[in-house]
């Protein structure tokens, strides 16, 4: 499995997946107000299948506005703004940080309250422009804080905290990097004090400790992270020892037990990840230059929780989707990136299938002709559901029975129907009221009715669980409905207790093998008939006794049998009626007639799986933690599907059949 796609602890969130969209600055935001723009719950709203979002740089207060059209959020109506983002983000099942920005000297007059002089740890002037209103200027030299302003800049972190909480943001994170006002109070060629903010590193290390203090005050620790870029020598900043700073500085605020140390390295000859990724407990975020491929190593080895991206979430809004298909990624317009509209900003185009539905439909009962694949108008999520696009999706006996007819009596279809019982996917919408999944989030789960092989399915939440870690698609989507049929046929419907002995027949299938493991795991004696050939296969599971039921007669070779599970129906279940002991009973999967044909006295029943999430879940469990077996038989493309379910119907080989969407 891609790492990538994995689920991950970032504080005190579980993440979807491990792609994390990178702060950008947009200068989207009203010029004068700072207020984020209306734009800005589209833009974020797209990218919520990110595992988390972390914000533009925002100003947490007045004076640290450094570039035209950036937010704030020191004022109620950016928070009021800004919680329209927040609430859009959340109803697409997303996590977003804001990130506060103060860039200190990195700004100019013209962009502060009444003309100001930008603030700096020392009178260093800053080489280069600064992007302003009316285009590119010269940076100015700064004005050196006073000691006793200083605790008025950490407080307005405070404030800025506290609101981004009010604005509904999951948590913050502290630039510290590219050259802003921490980390030029961090660096040697920056930071020019003789007081306690200066001189030594501990000194210099001290602003942004007390900084980090403060929103750890306000949000908790596992709700604040910090970014860091050692040696990126943005906007002229440089440190005379950038190693031991960086080191020094990690040591000192790991004990904050922060969310994540997100870490950014450009063209640095050392390897400040493998140095800095040992001094920190927390999740560590690394970015710059990702590339997908570059992104799987990087978590597959272990040497970052979550990989960082810039350039391509700002022009990919469907990251996630793109990289599980390997598809064809959006090229960012550079032009664009700090325009004031939505061109370059909330126009980026989707991948095709994200407006499509391909859909395997029954149109007749039998014949070559029965089903075909149609373009079907996507569903959508209502109040309590949940939109799947379906990566794999499991054959059933079921289809090839609603296929020949058999079934109209017990399912009245109006056809054309769609196919299908069970899944494996990802979320991709969600209904109001649904707060157990995520955008991006891997599920499965027996839907309870037809539909599962399309591009696009809305199924209720509670018929879904979250796949295990360890568990793929492929043998995700095996497990829903012949898992469960198993359970409950034998112990709920079945009563088998310990000592008992089952007869299950057609074992070697899909739910035969399941119950034949569950069946052993309670400590019953096993008893299965399948072809000779799967012989070894059911006795690896746990049958005590394997019939061929090709070449012998199971009625001359057992009796006393207390309960049978009957997968095949036909002679099959009307031959079983002599085996059983006197209180014995047939569970039958494959015949609903047995409730008019069971003999005087005996006990049959047909049973129906009941879709129950609960059970799934302890199911799948077992399945990924190697308790119980999963045998997939074939994997097979959509358009194989009508030859899947005939072969699925005169056998096939051990397992259960599957059908790859994506």
């Not at 969130?13 to 994390?20: E, G, K, Q, W």
């Not at 001094?279 to 990989?307: C, N, P, V, W």
């Amino acid at each position: 499995m891609n790492a990538l796609f994995t689920p991950t602890q970032i504080g005190r969130y579980t993440l979807p997946n491990r792609l994390v969209m990178s702060p950008m600055t947009r200068s989207r935001a009203d010029n004068e107000t700072g207020v984020p723009s209306e734009l800005a719950i589209s833009y974020y709203g797209q990218r919520a299948d990110a595992g988390l979002i972390i914000s533009e740089g925002t100003q947490p207060s007045a004076m640290g506005k450094g570039y035209v059209r950036t937010p704030g959020i020191h004022t109620a109506a950016q928070v009021q703004a800004w919680k329209a983002v927040t609430d859009e983000v959340h109803r697409k099942g997303g996590r977003i940080f804001l990130q506060l920005m103060h860039t200190g000297r990195i700004s100019h007059p013209s962009l502060l309250p009444d003309q100001a002089t930008p603030v700096a740890p020392s009178a260093v002037q800053a080489a280069g422009k600064v992007f302003t209103a009316t285009g590119p200027q010269d940076m100015v030299m700064p004005r050196a804080l006073a000691t006793d302003e200083i605790a008025g800049i950490v407080n307005d972190f405070r404030l800025a905290t506290r609101n981004a909480l009010k604005a509904g943001f999951d948590g913050v994170e502290l630039h510290a990097a590219s050259g802003y006002l921490p980390e030029q109070f961090l660096s040697s060629n920056t930071n020019l004090r003789t007081d306690q903010y200066g001189g030594t590193l501990a000194n210099r290390a001290r602003f942004i400790q007390e900084i980090l203090a403060v929103m750890v005050d306000e949000a908790g620790g596992n709700r604040v992270g910090i970014k860091i870029a050692p040696e990126m020598n943005f906007n002229d900043i440089r440190d005379a020892a950038p190693q031991e700073t960086y080191r020094y500085l990690v040591q000192q605020i790991a004990p904050l037990k922060l969310a994540y140390l997100h870490v950014a390295v450009y063209k640095a000859e050392f390897d400040y990840h493998a140095m800095l990724r040992p001094l920190f407990d927390g999740a560590y975020l690394q970015g710059s230059g990702l590339t997908k491929a570059s992104a799987e190593t990087l978590i597959a080895e272990g040497r970052a929780d979550a990989a960082v991206f810039g350039n391509l979430y700002l022009a990919n809004p469907d990251l996630l989707q793109r990289f599980r298909q390997d598809a064809l990624l959006n090229t960012a317009k550079r032009e664009t990136f700090f325009s004031a509209g939505p061109e370059g900003y909330t126009d980026y185009p989707f991948l095709e299938e994200n407006s499509g539905n391909r859909a395997l439909r029954i149109h007749a009962y039998g014949g070559a002709k029965f089903a075909q694949i149609d373009d079907v108008a996507p569903p959508v999520a209502g109040p309590g559901e949940v939109l799947v696009r379906v990566r794999a999706a499991g054959v059933n006996g079921l289809d090839w029975k609603i296929r020949d007819g058999s079934l109209q009596a017990v399912f009245q279809l109006t056809l054309p129907s769609t196919l299908g019982i069970e899944l494996a996917g990802e979320v991709v919408g969600l209904g109001e009221g649904v707060d157990r999944f995520a955008i991006g989030m891997r599920v499965m789960g027996a839907l309870g009715a037809l539909g599962a092989y399309a591009d696009l399915v809305v199924v209720a939440a509670e018929k879904l669980i979250r796949i295990p870690d360890a568990l793929d698609d492929i043998h995700a989507a095996a497990v829903p409905v012949a898992a469960l049929t198993a359970w409950q046929a034998l112990f709920d419907a079945g009563q088998l207790q310990r000592g008992q002995t089952v007869l299950i027949h057609g074992a070697a299938g899909g739910v035969g093998g399941y119950a034949v493991q569950l069946a052993h795991r309670i400590g019953a004696r096993v008893i299965a008939t399948a072809q000779g050939v799967n012989s070894g296969y059911l006795r690896g599971l746990g049958a005590d006794l394997v019939i061929d039921y090709r070449k012998t007669a199971f009625w001359e070779q057992v009796s006393d049998i207390d309960l049978v599970l009957d997968l095949v129906g036909g002679e099959v279940l009307a031959n079983s009626w002599q085996v059983l002991a006197k209180e014995g009973r047939i569970v039958s999967t494959a015949a609903p007639e047995i409730m008019a044909s069971t003999p005087t006295g005996k006990q049959g029943i047909w049973f129906q799986m009941q879709v129950d999430a609960n059970k799934l879940a302890e199911l799948a469990g077992m399945v990924a933690q190697g308790e119980l077996k999963s045998e997939v038989s074939e994997v097979a493309d959509l358009s194989d599907t009508p030859a899947v379910i005939e072969r699925n119907k005169t056998g096939h080989g051990p397992g259960k059949a599957v059908i790859k969407l994506r």
